[in-house]
C-alpha cells in the first residue's frame, strides 16, 4: 500500500469513463494545495490505467473549486478537479471545457472514544439539537456519526447531503441558527469552524472534532477573538474616505458584489479606486498601496481579510463588513 492509498480513495473507474466518454487525449489534474505531494502517486495510477492519455498537474495554487484558471483548463480535453465541492455561487465567466469534479476522500474515521468525548462535551454544554458539517474529505465520516449521536438523544437537524461547507458557502449552516443549541464541525485546522462560528455571528456554541489529531474542541474563545478583530476593523474604517476595491478571477470576481459596494460608495459621495489580482497578499497590497487609501475590501474571498491581512496595517474588510459600514449596518454581515 503506498502513502496515497494509506491516507485517501478515489474513484478510478469513474475518472476511466469519463475520459472514455468524450475520448479525452490530454488531462489536467487539479488537487487542492495541501494534497498536491500525493501527485506522482496519482499520476502512475493514472498514467498506468489510461496509458494512451497525457496527464499533467496544475502546480498553481488551488484554494477551492471557486478558481479554475480558464485559460489553462482550456487547452485539455478535460480537467479533473480533486478534492472540492462544485462552485456552488457558478462563475462570471465561461468555462471552456469539461470540468470533472472527483471525490478525494481521507480514509480516516471517527472511532467510538472520538465521538464519546464529542457527546459528553455537547451534554456538558446542554447542546441537545445540534447541526454537524464537514469538508469534503471526511463526508462519509457523518453518517456514523449522526447515528451516535441520535443514540445519545441529540437531536440532528440538517440533512447530510448538505452537509459539507466551504471557506464562503454556509448557507445550510443560517438556516439552523435559530433553532440549533450549536454547531458540530468535522475539519482539520481552524478555517472551516471558524467559518461556522462567524456566519453565526458566535452565538451558538461550535464544537471541532479533528480526525487527524483525534480531538474534540469548544471554539467558542477562538471565535469570539476573531470576531472582536473583525470589529475593531470595521470602527477603524468607518470614517474612510478613499477605499480601494480588490478583485480576483473566475468564480472569484463577483460581479454582483462589485456593482453593490459600488453603488454604496457612490451614494456616501465616497473615492474608490480598483484592482483585479489572481493573488492577493500583504505584498499584493503593498505593492498598490499609497497614503491616500485608507480601507481595503477584498472581493474575492472573504477568508483573506480575516485569515491573511488581518496584521496588514490599514483595514482590510470582507464585502459583508464594507456594507455594514456603507450601510449603517450594526449586525456582523458574512460574507456578503
Known amino acids: 500500500m503506498n502513502e496515497l492509498e494509506k491516507y485517501y480513495t478515489y474513484d ?21 494545495d495541501g494534497f498536491k505531494h500525493y501527485s506522482i502517486k496519482l499520476l502512475e495510477e493514472l498514467t498506468n490505467t489510461l496509458r494512451d492519455v497525457e496527464f499533467v ?10 478558481i479554475l484558471n480558464t485559460n489553462l483548463i482550456s487547452q485539455y480535453d478535460l480537467t479533473i478537479h480533486f ?3 462544485p462552485y456552488p455561487y ?12 472527483a471525490d478525494f476522500l481521507s480514509t480516516l474515521t471517527l472511532n467510538k472514544e472520538l465521538i464519546n468525548r464529542l457527546i459528553t462535551l455537547l451534554k456538558s454544554l446542554n447542546i441537545n439539537k445540534v447541526a454537524i458539517y464537514t469538508v469534503h474529505q471526511h463526508k ?11 443514540d445519545a438523544s441529540i437531536k440532528i437537524l440538517n440533512n447530510l447531503d448538505n452537509a459539507v461547507v466551504m471557506g464562503c458557502w454556509f448557507n445550510d449552516v443560517l438556516r439552523h441558527v435559530d433553532v440549533a443549541d450549536g454547531y458540530v464541525v468535522v475539519a482539520g485546522g481552524l478555517f472551516h469552524p471558524l467559518g461556522v462560528g462567524i456566519v453565526t455571528k458566535g452565538l451558538k456554541h461550535v464544537v471541532q472534532v479533528d480526525p487527524y489529531r483525534g480531538e474534540v474542541r469548544l471554539l467558542d474563545d477562538v471565535v469570539w477573538k476573531y470576531l472582536r478583530i473583525r470589529y475593531s476593523k470595521v470602527m477603524e474604517a468607518s470614517n474612510a474616505a478613499t477605499w480601494c476595491l480588490v478583485h480576483g478571477v473566475e468564480g472569484q470576481f463577483r460581479s454582483r458584489v462589485r456593482e453593490e459596494l459600488i453603488n454604496a460608495l457612490r451614494a456616501r459621495g465616497l473615492k474608490y479606486f480598483e484592482y483585479r489580482s489572481s ?15 485608507e480601507a481595503y475590501v477584498i472581493t474575492a474571498c472573504p477568508r483573506i481579510p480575516i485569515d491573511d491581512l488581518q496584521d496588514f496595517e490599514k483595514p482590510v474588510l470582507t464585502p459583508g463588513e464594507a456594507f455594514m459600514i456603507l450601510k ?9
Open 12 to 32: 478510478l473507474d469513474k475518472i476511466v469513463r469519463e475520459v472514455r466518454s468524450i475520448n479525452a487525449r490530454k488531462v489536467l489534474i487539479q488537487l487542492p
Open 57 to 66: 498537474v496544475d502546480a498553481n495554487p488551488t484554494y477551492g473549486s471557486c
Open 83 to 85: 478534492g472540492h465541492e
Open 90 to 101: 457558478g462563475y462570471d465567466v465561461e468555462i471552456p471545457r469539461k470540468v470533472l469534479f
Open 140 to 150: 462519509k465520516n457523518l453518517g456514523r456519526l449522526k447515528e451516535e449521536l441520535r
Open 279 to 293: 493573488t492577493i497578499n500583504q505584498e499584493t497590497l503593498r505593492n498598490i498601496d499609497s497614503k491616500d487609501v
Open 328 to 336: 449603517s449596518i450594526s449586525d456582523y454581515i458574512f460574507p456578503w
